[in-house]
């Protein structure tokens, strides 16, 4: 945003100092409100442009595509016209099971919510232990590394045996996905930390705590985002296939009714919502680490 | 007499082998030193020869095999502050300022006996006496080696040490700002009259700033070959020494020492 601005300021200088000679006429500088805004819209542009123009491309050969006799799927007219209610209004409240998708997806973030925060406590404090301790990553390390391969929706029945309902199971399921890379992202941040540091902590005599909070903590801290980031991607996916079986009310369950009562223009809105709240989320967390971890990447 | 059976600081027959399964090296052999305080110490050597080994035991970052490390005729075994470091690498921490690097140490060291105000003041006077101060909110990755170098040592000389202890504080620099930061270095010294082991590969350096210099042999079982006293008088000034007599052979004696009798053994094999 700054050099713009700064090249601008130096052309007048250039310019005055090469008059004598009179060799080219530089064009004055923008100056004022025009001269700050125009580049900085063109710099919005070239991000925004591209994408919509990818867009308007992919629903045009969708159109072409669907919108004809004997189409298994709704073309975007028809969506616009079918499942307008949904796309227009998502904050809409008509009864127990007819409301907007905003609430649906708020119920099922309220869950994501929990279940990715005791994730991100307990993977922290867990990868904290085996960075640290040899004995704890030999005793435990091998035993994640099998756990974590375990896709989401095996643990589900297991968690309905366990908690006999299905909110805390949602919220189990959520949180035994998300909780594997956080913990090891975290070991290998806290394994990495350097001697040099832990040498400082050593002559300075920290505590345990101390070193938890002033020096493990923001050094591994760039690990420890990576594997938040890659946790709540991976609890966005969850929290979509657990509500599909767990039924009630969220935006999996939703898709699941969608899908049972034939409205496949109501899907592929709902499929809209979750890949833009993803994407949300993804872009929250990375924004939460840029803002904590400055700094901490180069020495 | 009293002073040289009851030194400062006394590195006592220190051993240290390291063991890899049924291999060991020995690294260290019988190393003793004694150094008063106030006084200014460097011991020098090729890399490799276990200098740097040496200053981790006093620090107390690596333990001795045998012997031991007595500060005020008390064996010291662990890090702590009464021997604080400033290394190579500088070791600032990264995600604080340059201000916050040096009040972690000053709260650490003076939690318990210094107000909020006055350990402030304090960090801001060793921020000052190394001449960093305007660049207080900074962060370490900001500012240039050779201020890095600076805010290391104002962080070490906060912590009040009874011994400074230098791990080859300028190797990483040009040679302007490492002159620049021994000048200061000794004006500190001047001021404060700290007690200081400065490990060095550089000849210059350790005449123009000890009061004494530990010459060690090669590694492997590096021992301790030549002890010179540097009959410099203080303040020393950088342009009146290039010609003093006593310097030059000062100078020659560690030269000697070096490459004469205790050459690298990179530079034998290469003969």
């Given at each position: 945003?700054?050099m713009?601005?700064?090249?601008g300021?130096?052309k007048?200088?250039?310019?005055?100092?090469?008059?004598?000679?009179a060799?080219?006429?530089?064009?004055?500088?923008r100056?004022?409100?025009?001269?700050?805004?125009?580049p900085?819209?063109?710099?919005?542009?070239?991000?925004v442009?591209?994408?919509?123009v990818?867009?308007?491309?992919l629903?045009?050969v969708?159109?072409?595509l669907?919108n004809r006799?004997g189409?298994?799927?709704?073309?975007?007219?028809?969506?616009w016209?079918?499942?307008?209610?949904?796309i227009?209004?998502?904050?809409?409240?008509?009864?127990?099971?007819?409301i907007?998708?905003?609430?649906?997806?708020?119920?099922?973030?309220q869950r994501?919510a929990?279940?990715?925060g005791?994730?991100g406590?307990i993977?922290?404090?867990?990868g904290?232990?085996?960075?640290?301790s040899?004995?704890a990553m030999?005793?435990?390390?091998?035993?994640f590394?099998v756990?974590r391969?375990?896709s989401?929706?095996?643990?589900?029945p297991?968690?309905?045996a366990a908690?006999?309902?299905s909110?805390?199971?949602a919220?189990f399921?959520i949180?035994?996905?998300?909780?594997?890379?956080?913990?090891?992202?975290?070991?290998?941040?806290?394994?990495?930390?350097?001697?040099?540091?832990?040498?400082?902590?050593l002559?300075?005599?920290?505590?345990?705590?101390?070193?938890f909070?002033?020096?493990?903590?923001?050094?591994a801290a760039?690990?420890?985002f990576?594997?938040?980031?890659?946790?709540?991607?991976?609890?966005w996916?969850?929290?979509?296939a657990?509500?599909?079986?767990?039924g009630?009310?969220?935006?999996g369950?939703?898709?699941?009714?969608?899908?049972?009562?034939?409205r496949?223009?109501d899907?592929?809105?709902?499929?809209?919502?979750?890949?833009?709240?993803g994407?949300?989320?993804?872009?929250?967390?990375?924004?939460?680490?840029?803002?904590?971890?400055?700094?901490?990447a180069a020495s | 007499?009293s002073?040289?059976?009851?030194?400062y600081?006394?590195?006592?027959?220190?051993?240290?082998?390291?063991?890899?399964?049924?291999?060991?090296?020995?690294?260290?052999a019988?190393?003793t030193?004694a150094?008063d305080?106030?006084e200014?110490?460097?011991?020098?050597?090729h890399?490799?020869?276990?200098?740097?080994?040496?200053?981790?035991?006093?620090?107390?970052?690596?333990p001795?095999?045998?012997?031991?490390?007595l500060l005020?005729n008390?064996?010291?075994?662990?890090p702590?502050?009464?021997?604080?470091?400033?290394?190579?690498n500088?070791s600032?921490l990264?995600?604080?300022t340059?201000y916050?690097?040096?009040?972690?140490a000053?709260?650490k060291?003076?939690?318990a006996?210094?107000?909020?105000?006055?350990?402030?003041a304090?960090?801001?006077h060793?921020?000052?006496?190394?001449?960093?101060a305007?660049a207080?909110?900074?962060?370490?990755?900001e500012i240039?080696?050779?201020?890095k170098?600076?805010?290391?040592?104002?962080?070490a000389?906060?912590?009040?040490?009874?011994?400074?202890l230098?791990?080859?504080?300028f190797?990483?620099l040009?040679?302007?700002t490492r002159?620049h930061?021994?000048d200061?270095?000794?004006?500190?010294?001047a001021?404060?009259?700290?007690t200081?082991?400065?490990?060095t590969h550089d000849?210059?350096?350790?005449?123009?700033l000890?009061?004494?210099?530990?010459m060690?042999?090669?590694?492997?079982?590096?021992?301790?070959?030549e002890?010179l006293?540097?009959?410099?008088?203080?303040?020393?000034?950088?342009?009146?020494?290039?010609?003093?007599?006593?310097?030059?052979?000062?100078?020659?004696?560690?030269?000697?020492?070096l490459?004469?009798r205790?050459?690298?053994?990179?530079?034998?094999?290469?003969?």
């Amino acid at each position: 945003m700054n050099m713009p601005l700064l090249g601008g300021e130096a052309k007048p200088a250039a310019s005055a100092r090469s008059a004598p000679a009179a060799v080219i006429e530089l064009k004055p500088p923008r100056s004022g409100l025009s001269g700050r805004i125009l580049p900085a819209l063109s710099t919005a542009a070239a991000r925004v442009v591209p994408p919509l123009v990818t867009l308007g491309l992919l629903l045009i050969v969708w159109e072409m595509l669907c919108n004809r006799p004997g189409a298994t799927l709704p073309a975007p007219t028809k969506i616009w016209t079918e499942a307008r209610d949904l796309i227009v209004e998502p904050f809409f409240a008509m009864g127990p099971q007819d409301i907007g998708l905003g609430w649906r997806v708020l119920t099922s973030l309220q869950r994501v919510a929990i279940g990715y925060g005791l994730a991100g406590v307990i993977g922290i404090a867990l990868g904290t232990i085996i960075g640290q301790s040899v004995w704890a990553m030999r005793g435990l390390d091998p035993i994640f590394q099998v756990l974590r391969t375990i896709s989401p929706l095996a643990w589900l029945p297991i968690s309905l045996a366990a908690f006999r309902d299905s909110q805390p199971s949602a919220i189990f399921v959520i949180f035994i996905t998300s909780v594997w890379p956080i913990i090891i992202n975290t070991a290998v941040g806290i394994r990495n930390i350097p001697q040099d540091y832990r040498n400082v902590a050593l002559v300075l005599r920290l505590n345990p705590i101390e070193f938890f909070a002033k020096i493990m903590v923001p050094s591994a801290a760039p690990y420890i985002f990576t594997g938040l980031r890659i946790g709540i991607g991976l609890s966005w996916l969850a929290i979509v296939a657990a509500e599909m079986l767990t039924g009630g009310v969220g935006i999996g369950f939703f898709i699941w009714d969608a899908w049972n009562s034939s409205r496949i223009p109501d899907i592929v809105v709902a499929l809209v919502y979750i890949g833009g709240v993803g994407f949300l989320l993804d872009r929250l967390v990375a924004l939460i680490a840029g803002f904590v971890t400055r700094g901490t990447a180069a020495s | 007499m009293s002073l040289a059976s009851h030194p400062y600081l006394k590195i006592d027959h220190v051993d240290k082998t390291y063991a890899r399964g049924a291999q060991t090296t020995e690294v260290l052999a019988d190393i003793t030193v004694a150094i008063d305080k106030g006084e200014f110490v460097s011991i020098i050597g090729h890399s490799g020869c276990g200098k740097s080994t040496l200053l981790n035991i006093v620090a107390g970052l690596t333990p001795v095999t045998t012997g031991a490390v007595l500060l005020e005729n008390r064996e010291v075994n662990d890090p702590g502050p009464d021997r604080a470091v400033v290394f190579q690498n500088h070791s600032l921490l990264p995600w604080l300022t340059v201000y916050d690097n040096v009040r972690l140490a000053v709260d650490k060291v003076f939690g318990a006996t210094k107000s909020r105000a006055e350990r402030h003041a304090w960090t801001m006077h060793n921020l000052e006496l190394v001449q960093m101060a305007h660049a207080k909110d900074k962060r370490p990755m900001e500012i240039s080696g050779g201020m890095k170098q600076r805010v290391g040592i104002a962080r070490a000389l906060a912590m009040e040490p009874k011994v400074l202890l230098l791990d080859e504080p300028f190797g990483a620099l040009d040679a302007l700002t490492r002159a620049h930061l021994q000048d200061s270095v000794m004006a500190i010294h001047a001021q404060l009259k700290n007690t200081v082991l400065m490990i060095t590969h550089d000849v210059d350096e350790a005449v123009l700033l000890s009061d004494r210099i530990v010459m060690m042999t090669n590694g492997p079982a590096a021992r301790i070959g030549e002890v010179l006293t540097v009959p410099l008088a203080r303040p020393r000034r950088r342009l009146e020494l290039a010609a003093d007599p006593a310097y030059i052979k000062a100078r020659q004696r560690v030269i000697e020492f070096l490459y004469a009798r205790h050459r690298a053994p990179a530079l034998q094999a290469a003969e």
